[in-house]
């Protein structure tokens, strides 16, 4: 039984991650943080372009780099932070053993019920 509420409270974790994932808007951040590298290794490859304007416009673009990247870091740890609240919300609400000390969090059912339960819903809120 208590496996089988593991599996039930992954599951919740993991929607609630996937849905906070949605609303931060992470996938236009990581889109974002791709296009700024992109647009740096251009400047680098390119031949038409000195290395006197590279030396001036590289440390701007590793700047936008950087700060996209702890935006999506800021956002990945709420994230992350909602799924902990819930699992350990919901583990003491239901009076689940091993929650006090985290043991859920590295046991086979929470994970793939997250897993499953992540992927599932992630691919359901995608088509709806």
């Known amino acids: ?18 849905e906070a994932f949605i609303r931060f ?8 943080l791709i296009a700024q590298a992109r647009q740096s290794m251009r400047v680098v490859a390119s031949s038409a372009v000195s290395d006197h304007w ?12 950087l700060r996209h990247a702890f935006v999506f870091l800021l956002f990945l740890a709420v994230a ?16 689940l053993p091993g929650i006090e000390n985290g043991e859920i969090l ?6 793939l019920g997250a897993l499953g339960g992540g992927c599932l819903y ?3 809120r995608k088509w709806r």
């Open 80 to 95: 992350l932070a909602l799924l902990l609240a819930v699992t350990f919300a919901l583990g003491w609400a239901l009076n």
């Open 122 to 124: 992630a691919f359901i």
């Open 1 to 18: 039984m208590n496996e089988v509420l593991a599996v039930l409270i992954g599951v919740a974790g993991a929607v609630v991650f996937v």
């Open 106 to 111: 590295y046991g086979w059912p929470f994970n």
């Open 54 to 65: 590279k030396e001036k416009v590289l440390p701007r673009y590793a700047g936008r780099i």
């Open 25 to 32: 808007n992470a996938f236009s951040r990581i889109g974002i």
